[in-house]
């Protein structure tokens, strides 16, 4: 294992590669709903399963806390815990907001309709 001081740990920055992954897990879960639910028979089942995403997210802002946790020691201090878990929300609207045009631009032009 690595040798790597309390510093470095502190430094490391979870928030990116679980924001990373719950980007990837939000647009994964998002596109797959939309083909599941592109039919207009189905619209009222995407207002049932569109919270699936949102608890992708919740479980790696969580991921994102306890790893950083662990480096730390086991003990991490608010403003740690909130701009580690914050940071994974930020990353994964980006990556939604591009997934989104791509969407809306490219996949299905007339899904604005």
Do not use: H
Not at 4 to 16: D, M, P, Q, S, V
Not at 43 to 72: N, Q, T
Not at 79 to 86: D, E, P, S, Y
């Amino acid at each position: 294992m690595e040798n790597t001081t309390l510093e470095e740990k502190a430094n490391a920055n979870t928030g990116l590669k679980w924001g990373g992954y719950a980007g990837a897990a939000y647009v994964l879960i998002t596109y797959v709903l939309y083909l599941f639910l592109k039919d207009g028979r189905c619209v009222s089942l995407l207002y049932c399963y569109s919270y699936i995403p949102y608890l992708a997210m919740l479980a790696f802002m969580f991921l994102a806390g306890f790893e950083k946790r662990k480096l730390l020691g086991g003990y991490i201090d608010f403003k740690t815990a909130l701009k580690n878990t914050f940071l994974v929300l930020i990353v994964t609207m980006v990556v939604y907001l591009f997934f989104q045009y791509a969407l809306y631009k490219y996949i299905s032009p007339t899904l604005g309709e």
